[in-house]
Each structure stands twice: as C-alpha cells, then as structure tokens.
C-alpha cells in the first residue's frame, strides 16, 4: 500500500487548511487511516485516526474541536481538516494505514511520505 499525503502549506495563525491522503488500493473495511505529525525536535505524535467501517474517529486532546478527519472510501482518501490553527501546529503531517483505531505509532503499518504544515504570521 502506498499513500500520497498533500494539502500542506503556509497558513496564517486562526487559519484553516484541508490535507489529503489518497492510498493506492481501498483497504478493507476494517482498516484504519491515521494522521501523524511530527515537529522539529519534536517526537512523532497522534492527531486523528479514523476506521472505515462505522466511520469510528478518534482524535489527540490538543487537536480536539479544531480538526476534523474523513474520509472518501471509494475514493480511498482520507481528509484531515484542520482549523483555528495555531503555531504548535507546524510539523511535518503524515498519514498511515493500520488494522486498530488507536494513537500509537507502532499499530500502522504503511506510512505516507508527509506533507509540511506551517502556520506563522
């Protein structure tokens, strides 16, 4: 499984932006799509995740009523939308398939390339 993570960029501090990640085949239904991120100096650290079937989500306390993960299961696309920005929010973004709905890193199995968010004024 490959996946193509894109959507990053720069984006003003309160400011919204929409990152994507599409795999190269639909997984099962009981996959899950996580979003990772990792800042400089910084370990890697969960933000959302979310199972294809039921459409389950879970999220990291600090990204909780600011981001919001979905997904496109035809499209085997997965969204986080990330909004009310804040400057901790710059990092590198990466998306990551695996078979159970939790926030450690060691679950996913196939890792996206990353996408770099910069939220600055």
């Known amino acids: 499984v490959q996946l193509q993570a894109s959507g990053g960029g720069l984006v003003q501090p309160g400011g919204s932006l929409r990152l994507s990640c599409t795999a190269s085949?639909?997984?099962?239904?009981?996959?899950?799509m996580g979003w990772f991120r990792q800042a400089p100096g910084k370990n890697r650290e969960f933000v959302a995740c979310?199972?294809?079937?039921?459409?389950?989500?879970q999220y990291a306390d600090s990204v909780k009523g600011r981001f919001t993960i979905s997904g496109d299961y035809a499209a085997a696309t997965v969204y986080l939308q990330i909004n009310d920005s804040n400057p901790e929010d710059t990092a590198v973004y990466y998306c990551?398939?695996?078979?159970?709905?939790?926030?450690?890193?060691?679950?996913?199995?196939?890792w996206g390339q990353g996408t770099q968010v910069t939220v600055s004024s």
């Open positions: 085949v639909r997984a099962y239904s009981t996959y899950v």
């Open positions: 979310l199972r294809w079937g039921g459409m389950r989500t």
């Open positions: 990551a398939v695996g078979g159970t709905v939790t926030s450690e890193s060691s679950s996913y199995r196939y």
